[in-house]
């Protein structure tokens, strides 16, 4: 993973990432406190400096945070330490994801 960011429009707020080949994923959500996470299988983070922890400014979601959870198999985690539990849906794009928070409430 070589870019993690986060982009706030008209359509809502969209975290995305970049890779550079295709990215396999698996996503879910833990409670107490509420998360999202996504789990990018078979790969490494390479992020520039700033990108691997960002405060957001948005009624759902505080904190989007990546770093390299396992190495043997490779698993790069990113979460979204959320404020509720947001209705969101992810894409994927050419080498890479996007997830998009449908409408900012639970």
Request: proline fraction near 7%; charge should be positive; glycine fraction near 8%.
């Amino acid at each position: 993973v070589t870019e993690l960011a986060v982009a706030k429009g008209p359509q809502g707020l969209t975290v995305s990432l970049r890779g550079t080949a295709e990215l396999q994923y698996k996503s879910f959500e833990l409670t107490q406190p509420d998360r999202i996470v996504l789990d990018v299988s078979g790969c490494r983070g390479a992020l520039p400096r700033g990108q691997a922890s960002q405060a957001i400014e948005h009624p759902a979601v505080q904190r989007v945070r990546a770093n390299q959870f396992r190495t043997d198999p490779d698993v790069f985690r990113v979460v979204l330490d959320a404020v509720s539990k947001p209705r969101y849906q992810i894409r994927v794009v050419s080498n890479g994801l996007e997830l998009r928070l449908l409408d900012g409430k639970p």
